[in-house]
């Protein structure tokens, strides 16, 4: 089996369901999710900061 079979069969496989569900879903609102990503990542920022104080 090669390579450009196997990703063929892939995609094949990933598309049967395209008709039926096209991937977005009603719930997921795309200023909260990047709002949500973008406090979480500043929270980590924040927290590395403090813990990375030289002494």
Do not use: I, K
């Amino acid at each position: 089996m090669s390579l450009s079979s196997t990703a063929h069969n892939l995609v094949v496989l990933a598309s049967e369901g395209a008709e039926q569900h096209g991937g977005n879903h009603d719930s997921l609102n795309p200023f909260l999710t990047g709002g949500g990503a973008l406090c979480v990542l500043l929270l980590m920022l924040w927290v590395t900061s403090r813990l990375n104080r030289d002494r």
